[in-house]
């Protein structure tokens, strides 16, 4: 059965939406950065006769202008919804633990909470020289209740993820994480401390754990949660009163003797929190 020329164009078309819908999904900004691409294919098409040459450069374009948007236009266009970008590269001792944070668009908070992590970040490194820290999953440039995959509550540019701190397998501070993406590998609770990972999981929220399941663990046993800098790391962020709480697994609130009532349980619904801790403001 053969397919006619109006069918090929209503597939295209539905896999051009597709295409757009996952892109902004998972980026935000693109979709629109694809739509505009399409400018180019055109020229493309006509200077350009070999098959795969021409999906190279079409594919190329993209890229080039995806970045150009990432880098140049949306920390523009952010500003006037109260949003500023995280540093890409480290800016006083504050850096991503992956550049794809950043290449995803899912660096941006409100000014007020660049300014903490900033400062935390440089009293964390006078305190312990050379020292750095590493921020994760943050919001979306653009709109309010926008989701971010799969967070649940980082749509306001009010919330950061940040990585605990950690020794490499030599005992010396380490600056890198032992996940590639910053989440995944777990600080597990310990014989005698509350097991709330498996508590959830008991309960049926199958989540709570799928990221910790599904992620090789090449580089756990090559790095050394360091309990003293992450307290006071924690801490430091607890002290400032713009901040209304802290998430961080039970067990490890209890073995790191965190007494603010800022650091609170997260719920079962959300992902375990012994592989991060999520920062909130007022």
Not at 40 to 59: D, G, L, M, N, P
Not at 255 to 272: E, N, P, Q, T
Request: aromatic share 14%.
């Amino acid at each position: 059965m053969s397919i006619s020329l109006f069918q090929m164009k209503i597939i295209k078309l539905f896999l051009i939406f597709i295409l757009f819908s996952l892109l902004t999904f998972l980026t935000q900004i693109g979709g629109i950065a694809l739509l505009i691409s399409f400018l180019t294919f055109r020229f493309i098409e006509k200077k350009i006769t070999k098959y795969w040459t021409r999906i190279s450069a079409k594919v190329v374009s993209f890229i080039l202008i995806y970045l150009l948007f990432v880098f140049a236009f949306v920390p523009i266009l952010a500003k006037p919804f109260g949003r500023v970008p995280l540093p890409v590269f480290q800016d006083h001792y504050l850096k991503p633990a992956n550049i794809w944070t950043c290449l995803l668009n899912r660096n941006y908070v409100k000014p007020q909470l660049k300014e903490i992590a900033l400062q935390v970040a440089m009293d964390m490194n006078k305190k312990f020289p050379g020292v750095t820290v590493n921020y994760l999953d943050a919001n979306f440039p653009f709109i309010d209740r926008f989701p971010l995959f799969p967070h649940l509550s980082h749509n306001d540019g009010k919330k950061l993820d940040v990585s605990f701190q950690y020794n490499d397998y030599l005992n010396q501070i380490t600056n890198e994480v032992p996940s590639w993406i910053g989440y995944g590998i777990c600080e597990e609770p310990k014989e005698g401390e509350a097991d709330t990972p498996k508590l959830c999981d008991q309960q049926g929220y199958w989540q709570y754990n799928l990221l910790h399941n599904l992620l090789l663990k090449d580089n756990e046993n090559t790095f050394a949660f360091d309990a003293i800098r992450t307290k006071q790391l924690i801490n430091l962020f607890t002290d400032r009163s713009e901040v209304s709480i802290v998430f961080i697994e039970p067990h490890l609130k209890n073995r790191l003797g965190l007494k603010s009532s800022k650091v609170r349980f997260h719920g079962c619904y959300a992902v375990r929190h012994d592989d991060h801790f999520h920062v909130q403001l007022k």
